[in-house]
């Protein structure tokens, strides 16, 4: 057997061969470029949020902190990559534009994972991956299951806060429902910090991704009303005017509307 070198370990071979431009536009590669890229990163997020909710369900929240705050440092990485792509001009993206035909980062599957694994649950994109089972069986396994903040309600409940049985028990592939049950248990975490460190600190790790996840959707938008303006995005979607309606989605709702009361 060889000797391991930097190249196969990391099968570069492989994967420096997956861009495979349709054009001959020199700004096509650093489309593809920046897109698998964050593929890349997503792959790494979901993994990462996984682990965060089973150490969270497990009680054991300090752990958790380390994969959450890795993942918003990802997702700052992601938000700065929209600066390289903003380095194509509208006529550079105009050149070889039609070759997309009806693909779209709509059609994400591991961004939608990512969403569900959040707690932004919305059936409706299974239907993107009917084409590709295993991708599709991915994200229904995200969206059956309780998402990182119902885990994160069921750790407030287990430190004697009274919620709602309906709250802890549900039909998980639907929206979590504003609860002032939640507000109220969270409100008085962030009046007692001290008395409840572990819950407090894992509150303020969810606002960051919520925080980044807006971060970073808005300059998804500038950057796409940059390259091209009002017009409809490829995939059939409304472009920027869909974009911009997306960044005041909150995952965790009521470690916003708390604030107001403290």
């Given at each position: 057997m060889?000797?391991m070198t930097y190249?196969?370990?990391?099968?570069l071979d492989?994967?420096?061969?997956?861009?495979?431009?349709q054009s001959?536009?020199?700004?096509?590669?650093?489309?593809?470029?920046i897109h698998?890229?964050?593929?890349l990163?997503?792959?790494?997020?979901?993994?990462?949020?996984?682990?965060?909710k089973r150490q969270?369900a497990?009680?054991?929240?300090v752990?958790?902190?380390?994969?959450?705050?890795?993942?918003?440092?990802?997702?700052?990485?992601?938000?700065?990559?929209?600066?390289?792509?903003?380095?194509?001009?509208?006529?550079?993206?105009t050149?070889f534009?039609h070759?997309l035909?009806?693909?779209?980062?709509f059609?994400?599957?591991?961004?939608?994972?990512v969403?569900?694994?959040?707690?932004?649950?919305?059936?409706?994109?299974?239907?993107?991956?009917e084409?590709?089972?295993?991708?599709?069986?991915?994200?229904?396994?995200?969206?059956?299951?309780?998402?990182l903040?119902d885990?994160?309600?069921?750790?407030?409940?287990?430190?004697?806060?009274?919620?709602?049985?309906a709250?802890?028990a549900?039909?998980?592939?639907?929206?979590?429902?504003?609860s002032?049950?939640?507000?109220?248990?969270?409100?008085?975490v962030?009046?007692?910090?001290?008395?409840?460190?572990?819950?407090?600190?894992l509150?303020?790790?969810?606002?960051?991704l919520d925080?980044?996840?807006?971060?970073?959707?808005?300059?998804?938008?500038?950057?796409?009303?940059?390259?091209?303006?009002?017009?409809?995005?490829?995939?059939?979607?409304?472009?920027?005017?869909?974009l911009?309606a997306?960044?005041?989605?909150?995952a965790?709702?009521?470690?916003?509307?708390l604030?107001?009361s403290?």
């Open positions: 060889a000797d190249a196969r370990y990391l099968a492989t994967l420096l061969s997956c861009q495979k431009p001959a536009e020199d700004d096509e590669m650093l489309f593809i470029v698998q890229t964050k593929e990163w997503l792959k790494q997020i979901i993994r990462e949020l996984y682990l965060a969270i497990a009680g054991a929240l752990p958790a902190y380390k994969a959450l705050a890795r993942v918003s440092r990802i997702q700052a990485v992601m938000t700065l990559s929209w600066d390289v792509l903003s380095t194509m001009t509208p006529s550079d993206y050149r534009r070759v035909g009806p693909s779209s980062g059609q994400s599957d591991q961004f939608r994972t969403e569900y694994l959040l707690g932004l649950k919305d059936a409706g994109f299974l239907k993107y991956q084409d590709r089972p295993q991708a599709q069986a991915a994200m229904r396994a995200a969206l059956e299951s309780p998402s903040w885990d994160a309600i069921a750790a407030l409940a287990r430190a004697g806060f009274a919620l709602p049985p709250l802890l549900r039909d998980w592939t639907l929206p979590h429902p504003f002032p049950e939640v507000e109220a248990g969270f409100l008085a962030y009046r007692e910090p001290d008395r409840y460190w572990e819950l407090y600190q509150a303020e790790k969810l606002v960051d925080d980044a996840m807006a971060t970073w959707r808005h300059k998804h938008a500038v950057t796409v009303e940059r390259i091209i303006g009002a017009k409809r995005g490829t995939g059939g979607t409304a472009g920027v005017s869909y911009q997306t960044i005041g989605k909150r965790f709702p009521e470690l916003w509307s604030r107001t403290l």
